[in-house]
């Protein structure tokens, strides 16, 4: 489907959709959708992301049922389940480095030196758990805006059973369940907007509590 639209607009208009109609996702577009997530920056290029697609229709309410049975899981025709893996970095590093040497980044000198950075600041961080959901929830929302631009609604999620979910989708005890991301077409009206906090609560200049002026 393409009904691209401003990413300004976009903004300002999406909502978080919790019913959606019986209607498919193109493979091109979900296959775009996809794709934009795994081009977001990731520290050191890491890219610790992980993702399950979920289609079926037998796996989507099963999923509904780790998701605090919210009807949206099993309604949408695909939902992107975004997990971080806490110990792909050892893995990944060489690849990493090999990609970056490919593609002109740096030589030998480099390599040993961003080899070096990453064994010295993950082979020791505290809380990687953190660390890859930042990583991870730049990719899933560059999805969810790319869906967007592509006509889709989207109804991200942070209400389930990490465990339940990991039991059904088959996920490794050392990967993070960290967001779900049903998308397909509203079904019904749209959600109200809810409105959002005055700007002086929440945007600073140049330290805290020092409000950020907004010109309008």
């Known amino acids: 489907m393409r009904n691209e639209k401003p990413l ?3 903004v ?3 909502r978080a959709t919790d019913t959606f109609a019986a209607e498919s996702i193109a493979d091109s577009d979900l296959e775009e959708i996809l794709r934009a997530g795994l081009e977001a920056p990731s520290s050191y290029n890491l890219q610790p992301w992980r993702f399950v697609v979920v289609r079926d229709g037998n796996q989507r309410r099963k999923l509904r049922m780790a998701a605090m049975n919210q009807q949206k899981v099993e309604e949408a025709p695909v939902v992107i389940v975004a997990c971080g893996d806490t110990l792909g970095w050892r893995e990944d590093i ?3 480095i090999r990609l970056g040497q490919e593609h002109g980044i740096g030589g030998d000198v480099w390599a040993q030196r961003k ?3 990453v064994i010295a600041d993950l082979g020791s ?3 990687m758990s953190m660390w890859v959901a930042k990583q991870t929830m730049i990719a899933a929302t560059t999805m969810m805006w790319m869906a967007e631009a592509l006509g889709y609604d989207t ?3 942070e209400g389930f059973d990490e465990e339940a979910v990991r039991t059904v989708l088959g996920i490794p005890a050392h990967f993070r369940v960290l967001f779900l991301l049903a998308i397909g077409h509203l079904r019904g009206e749209d959600g109200k907007y809810p409105g959002r906090l005055s700007p002086s609560r929440t945007v600073f200049a140049d330290r805290y509590e020092q409000p ?3 010109t309008k």
Request: cysteine-free; hydrophobic content about 30%.
């Open 155 to 157: 109804g991200p999620m």
């Open 115 to 117: 080899r070096k950075n």
């Open 94 to 96: 060489e690849e990493v």
């Open 12 to 14: 300002r208009l999406r």
């Open 212 to 214: 950020f002026q907004f």
């Open 125 to 127: 961080h505290p809380n």
């Open 8 to 10: 300004s607009e976009l």
